[in-house]
């Protein structure tokens, strides 16, 4: 990361096209039409470098769907064009304004699909383009005014191509760049999807097929469907169906850079891997027995499959479930079934994939099983159950041998009928092939054995076949679920060595050039396994996914998405990149990390803070969501403010007569609280996923751009910047373009001082600041809580929600490993130990004091908004109190409870609510508690499904109870001194009610 790639033409993707001269250079841009034709892409992450961005930059965004990234070396022009994008509902989500010179564009390596260069930006970008080359993908382009230039696919690198890597079934990745260290490149969704999962890749692109078993209505939208996203970003491309019935979890589906080959129970589909159009279909011969696809495998242009007669169909799963994880069975009628039914066949054949001849077709007497065909050396090895191992000559389909040994049947044995968790799905490929043997293994297999694939003869083999096998040059790697994991000579079976590692439960292991790969055992995340000295590593924040594993390609890593809801961080689709030369133990030493935006000795506006405004994140520092201000017995609505575009909204705050409200879109509004009209507006760089904070007429923001920003609060008048991400390296955050170290932990101002951290998983690096409050220097800096376990080890605290700031203790949501993190505010020492790697924390965002103890619960900061429960420590819970009283709300229940009952596992509410399905947020005041959320007893189409009700502290009566127009955001609520309810809703909306 950070340094320069050596670029290799290979063949014919390297070349630059001679365009049609455009006016960009004096700034009189082309329609967008033309532009659009010119990149070549209308989906992903655009670059636009320009003197005086303007309406152009707009209508490109109006257009297409692409995320754009401009940048101008002018800070007028930058300020302009925020305001543009914002007043266009376009800021944030669509486009995001950065003000930097030419020579640094602060996005990661190869994250853009295209640049646009104009304007002053040409003369330097043509002096030296490596950074424009460096930040767009292979096979992106860079638009001049009067050429493009296409970025040649690197050398070295590796694609997925089959469902196991290659047809030989050994999920090994070849790809010379995806080495460890490693930095989030993305996040994206979808979040949760059904199962199996199938994936391929090819020249950038990463394809997945999601199957027919989907346990929860999160699923549904993804069941049997076909899906291409941007291997470089995350981008979805597009989404086709699948044909329903048909268990797409075996060797039917191949990438290649133009089309990928996909086959179900009718044909093989030849789908355009840019458009997702369906070319052409392949249909069985006539001579084969049966229409139904089995197996297949592209080399060198040449399609090979196994086809054969109807098979079971299973119908989608569309589950209702809401508790944690899922059953192993009862699933669906043909994977709880004890026959096993897919895939066999009779009939392979091979065909020209340009010509379309048909080369040869082979006919067997006995079924082939799909899950036992391999293909290697230019040969076709086979199984049929009980009957013989086989080899087929992939260039004429004549057998070569068969063997039948009884050593070597006896030794294959009967199939397990796997189907559980320690073992996995019965669907799994469980034949591996090298050009010198042929492994079984998996989880149907009682033994772990190798044939030679010189004449089948039985090489060796092992009790227990529970292992997961990846072959490398320096032997066999079987990774073990119940048994150690074991490094062997494939040939010889001896035991080179045991590496005392058990992988977790069911996900298969893969191997890239330095690592191997697994589910984390105890749920615990994922494990690398470094192949120079074996050392084992967590990699906590997720797990791959069960069916395929992580999946290496492109010079990439990915993880997921899945259906799990283990005690997982991060959701969703995560791309790793290589660090290469990234300083994981950067100091915060460097002076430019701080800009002052106006003169220092100026004194700053006052903002007079009354006794029941609300002006941080919950209330106040130690998160109390309550206020001293008296509630209305009856309200109504007072004011709506809607935003131009549709955003994901914060909490809001409150303070001096003045609602704040930000959010994903970066933009930070003062609203004036009596009428709701905007008195200021001020912008960042990022999403916002925590409120600003008010503390001695400043308002302090923590922004997904990495950087904290002081205002003053009365006026907006910028004060000052720090950055507190160790390097200014912008990724896409589900869509949006963030910092790899966003201020996840929104801001903490106390004392003078302003707390916050910068990052999102450990293995990136964590960085906690506190900074003067008056000039934003630097008061201290930790960034080694990531590592808890040294330099090395990248397990330890991740940033994944707020900080609270109690009896001499700051606190912070820290994902799933350690949380609550705690700091001495005085000098930001960790106090924090971590005597086990495989240690579980709750994942949650939010942290609430009970009893004198600051808890975090199960809720991500990183996930859908629709809260699903987790496995561990799984426990929604909202909280509101004061000296006086204590409101609890959960699912489907508010209560308030005596304070001195906090401790309770579970105490007897002096009154308790039923009105809320998911209710989600509190905010209690002198004589009444305010609740907002999705209420009980509504369907999805029912208007009145969302409300806010106030309740009588002292005996639960409704005060008041009013419909919203949309769901709250997470903890969306505030007062104010007047008595005033403010509610941010879904889509950035904010409501007031007072008194009426």
């Known amino acids: 990361m950070g340094g320069k790639r050596s670029w290799t033409p290979l063949g014919v993707l390297a070349w630059i096209v001679a365009g049609a001269a455009a006016a960009f250079a004096s700034e009189a841009a082309p329609p967008a039409e033309q532009t659009l034709g010119r990149i070549g892409a209308s989906r992903g992450i655009c670059v636009v470098l320009a003197d005086r961005p303007g309406e152009e930059v707009l209508e490109l965004a109006r257009q297409s769907d692409l995320v754009l990234f401009v940048q101008t070396s002018r800070a007028a022009a930058a300020k302009a064009l925020r305001a543009s994008a914002d007043r266009a509902g376009l800021l944030g989500t669509r486009v995001t304004v950065h003000h930097g010179p030419w020579s640094r564009i602060p996005l990661a390596d190869r994250l853009a699909d295209a640049a646009i260069v104009t304007g002053s930006a040409v003369a330097a970008v043509h002096r030296d383009d490596g950074e424009v080359r460096r930040v ?32 030989d079934n050994n999920p090994l990745a070849l790809d010379k760049e995806a080495r460890a260290p490693f930095l989030t490149q993305f996040l994206a ?36 469907s076909l899906v291409a996203i941007n291997g470089y970003n995350g981008t979805l491309l597009w989404k086709r169906p699948l044909e329903e019935g048909f268990n797409i979890h075996r060797n039917t589906m191949v990438a290649t850079p133009e089309a990928l080959y996909v086959a179900d129970s009718r044909s093989c589909k030849k789908i355009d891997a840019a458009s997702g159009e369906v070319l052409a279909e392949i249909v069985a011969p006539h001579a084969a027995a049966g229409r139904v696809w089995k197996w297949m495998a592209i080399r060198d242009g040449i399609l090979y499959a196994l086809v054969g007669g109807q098979e079971v169909r299973d119908p989608a799963l569309r589950g209702e479930r809401a508790e944690a994880g899922w059953p192993w069975r009862p699933m669906t009628p043909a994977y709880d079934s004890e026959k096993y039914e897919w895939g ?28 036992a065909v391999a293909m290697s050396g230019g040969r076709i090895f086979f199984y049929s159950d009980g009957k013989w191992l086989g080899c087929l000559d992939a260039l004429e389909g004549k057998v070569v041998w068969r063997n039948s040994d009884a050593n070597l049947l006896t030794a294959i044995g009967p199939h397990g009928r796997a189907q559980n968790p320690q073992e996995g799905f019965s669907t799994t490929a469980y034949m591996k092939s090298s050009d010198k043997a042929v492994f079984f293994a998996g989880p149907q297999r009682p033994n772990l054995l190798a044939a030679s694939t010189k004449d089948g003869r039985l090489l060796w083999q092992k009790p227990h076949g529970n292992y997961q096998l990846v072959v490398r040059d320096e032997g066999l790697y079987a990774m073990g679920r119940t048994e150690d994991s074991l490094l062997i000579e494939p040939l010889t079976g001896e035991v080179k060595q045991s590496l005392g590692v058990f992988r977790g439960n069911c996900t298969r292991a893969t191997g890239s050039i330095d690592s191997i790969f697994t589910r984390g055992h105890l749920h615990g995340g994922s494990t690398r396994l470094s192949i120079a000295d074996h050392r084992v590593e967590r990699i906590a924040p997720m797990r791959p996914d ?121 933009a930070i509004r003062a609203l004036d609280a009596a009428t709701g009209s905007v008195r200021w507006t001020a912008y960042t760089e990022g999403p916002l996923r925590f409120p600003p904070a008010i503390d001695q007429g400043r308002l302090f923001a923590g922004s997904g751009d990495g950087c904290v920003y002081a205002f003053e609060a009365a006026s907006g008048k910028p004060l000052w910047r720090f950055q507190a991400a160790p390097v200014d390296r912008r990724i896409s955050l589900y869509g949006q373009i963030a910092s790899t170290w966003p201020i996840g932990s929104g801001v903490l101002a106390a004392g003078g001082k302003v707390y916050c951290a910068a990052g999102i998983a450990a293995y990136d690096g964590t960085h906690l600041f506190a900074l003067d409050a008056a000039s934003g220097r630097l008061a201290w800096h930790n960034g080694t809580s990531g590592r808890m376990l040294g330099d090395d080890r990248p397990t330890g605290v991740s940033v994944q929600g707020h900080l609270l700031l109690d009896a001499g203790r700051l606190y912070m949501a820290g994902g799933n490993v350690v949380s609550p993190a705690v700091y001495d505010p005085g000098d930001g020492r960790c106090l924090n130990t971590l005597d086990d790697e495989w240690a579980k924390a709750p994942r949650g965002r939010d942290l609430f004091l009970i009893a004198g103890q600051v808890t975090a619960f199960d809720r991500p900061l990183y996930a859908p908004k629709e809260y699903w429960t987790g496995r561990y420590f799984a426990r929604y819970l ?61 369907g999805d189409g029912d208007q009145a499904r969302f409300g806010v009700a106030a309740y009588a502290i002292d005996e639960g009566r409704v005060l008041w109870q009013e419909p919203l127009e949309a769901m709250p955001a997470i903890w969306g609520m505030a007062l104010d001194s007047q008595g005033r309810v403010v509610i941010a809703l879904e889509g950035g909306g904010i409501v007031c009610f007072e008194e009426r």
Not at 136 to 158: C, K, S
Not at 564 to 583: F, H, I, N, R, T
Not at 622 to 636: D, L, M
Request: proline content about 9%.
């Open 189 to 224: 969704e979808p979040y949760f999807v059904p199962f199996p999962e199938v994936t391929v890749t090819a020249a950038g692109r990463v394809f997945k097929a999601f199957g027919h078993v989907g346990y929860k209505r999160r699923d549904w939208e993804w069941l049997n």
């Open 546 to 666: 069960c069916h395929d594993g992580v999946i290496i390609a492109g010079g990439m890593l990915y993880w997921g998405p899945w259906m799990c809801d283990c005690s997982l961080s991060l959701v969703g689709l995560v791309g790793l990149a290589p660090a290469e030369d990234y300083a994981f133990q950067m100091k915060a030493d460097d002076p430019v990390r701080l800009a002052r935006l106006c003169d220092p000795s100026a004194p700053v506006a006052p903002l007079p803070l009354a006794a029941g405004d609300w002006p941080s994140y919950r209330a106040d520092n130690r998160r109390s969501a309550a206020a001293g201000a008296a509630i209305a017995e009856r309200a109504a609505l007072a004011w709506q403010f809607e935003p131009p575009g549709k955003t994901a909204p914060t909490a809001p705050v409150t303070g001096g007569g003045m609602v704040f409200a930000s959010g994903a879109d970066g």
């Open 344 to 371: 066999f066949g009779r009939t392979f054949f091979a065909r020209d994939l340009k010509s379309g001849k048909m080369l040869w077709l082979h006919n067997e007497v006995e079924p082939v099983d799909g899950r």
């Open 878 to 938: 909202l909280q509101a109190q004061n000296e006086h009283a204590l409101v609890r709300a959960t699912l489907g229940r508010l209560g308030r409870f005596d304070p001195a009952a906090a401790a309770q596992k579970e105490p007897k509410p002096v009154w308790e609510s039923m009105l809320f399905e998911q209710p989600e947020a509190l905010a209690l005041g002198s004589n009444a508690v305010v609740a907002c959320g999705k209420l009980k007893g509504a």
């Open 136 to 167: 767009v993908r292979p096979l992106g382009r860079i638009v001049y005014p009067d050429r493009e230039v296409v970025i040649p696919y690197p050398a070295g690198v590796d694609d997925w191509t089959h469902p196991y890597h290659g047809p």
